[in-house]
């Protein structure tokens, strides 16, 4: 290749503290709960002390113009791999790492603040409301199959009745 052409570079960083901290204090400003914002704001600024960590990016989105541009970022993160400690390739104190990205849209990029732990949180919570879904479907099903058994119960299906046979006996032959 001649050139590589990066059309668009996205970093994301290790802020997701922070940004559930803003969340929470800008929820308790449309409550107007005062003592919590400024509980808030404390975290906040504990936060925001440790600065150069909030403001180096963890992750580069890159998108190249062409595939081959990618296929040689892969290529040399193989041979970086193969190198000694010393003779690797560094950025920002990192190991180059070059990795398929999933499919480029907002919803990934937006959404990078969120941890494993969230994620795991979510997957906890989806799974207790198709428990409690399955269990009202199971409950609903027992009770119009418990119904439908006191029903025939009390008005049992018969092959042969002699009072009815007596009083329409004309009529069923």
């Known amino acids: ?19 559930k901290c803003l969340k929470a204090r800008g929820r308790n400003i449309s409550l107007q709960k005062f003592d919590e914002v400024r509980a808030e704001e404390n975290k906040i600024q504990e936060i925001i002390k440790n ?47 070059f990795k398929r ?5 907002d919803i990934i990029w937006e959404n990078r603040y969120f941890t494993k732990k969230d994620y795991i949180w979510r997957q906890i919570i989806a799974y207790a409301i198709i428990f409690v ?18 029903v025939a119960a009390v008005f049992p299906t018969t092959r042969y009745c002699p009072d009815i046979v007596n009083a329409y006996g004309s009529y069923l032959e």
Not at 68 to 80: G, Q, R, V
Not at 101 to 105: I, L, R
Not at 142 to 149: D, G, L, V
């Open 1 to 19: 290749m001649e050139k590589v052409v990066i059309a668009d570079i996205t970093f994301s960083f290790n802020n997701s503290e922070l940004i």
């Open 51 to 97: 600065w150069k960590v909030l403001t180096k990016p963890a992750t580069a989105f890159i998108t190249f113009e062409e595939e081959d541009a990618f296929l040689l970022a892969i290529e040399e993160t193989e041979k970086n791999e193969k190198l000694e400690e010393n003779q690797k390739k560094k950025l920002l104190g990192q190991h180059l790492n």
């Open 133 to 150: 879904a399955l269990l009202v479907c199971f409950e609903l099903t027992y009770f119009i199959a418990y119904t439908s058994a006191k």
């Open 101 to 105: 990205a999933s499919e480029p849209t």
